[in-house]
């Protein structure tokens, strides 16, 4: 069971792409990571989890604040509903302009993925990007070219869902082959 990472935009929902790929994760028996949030995050939760018969989880990496009680707290809305299992990171999100080594929950949200599935987004989906490659994680992009215009050459692009499930059927594969040969 792969642990696929959805990352994108945290207002705008992309159900059109976001929905049907949290089905097929679902149905594929792998987990789903998502910021927890809004827009991308909970489109992709709400399909994944409405999935009958899944057996994966569905994982939320929480943005929080200080908290004179609890010691962090998770921010206003978040986890959203549909989140199975909240892990509260006291990184903080990533910031506009913030240092390209300044650490952030993005780190957690890349580095717990197997695979990175990235649909439009803002800075925060591009540092993920950005994130996945420097960390040697698989990554790909879905939605319109234009969204990913910055995103550099070697990151494949596709606005078709059926070449993101080859791309994560041929990932979990390599991994189940390179798994098997180490034991």
Known sequence: M??????GSGTTE???????LGTWIAQSGHDLLT???KGVMLSVSRAFSGTKGRTGRCIGIVPTMPDAVLGFAPLAGYPNPFIDLPILTPLPRREPGAATEALSRNHVNVLTSDIVIALPGGHGTLDEISLALRYARPVMC?????????VPAEVGKSTRLDDIFRFITAQT???QSSGSAAR
């Open 173 to 175: 594969a390599m991994k």
């Open 2 to 7: 792969a642990i696929v990472g959805v990352m």
């Open 142 to 150: 879905l939605g319109p070219y234009e969204a990913f215009a910055s």
């Open 14 to 20: 992309w159900d059109e792409l976001a929905a049907p």
């Open 35 to 37: 910021g927890a949030g």
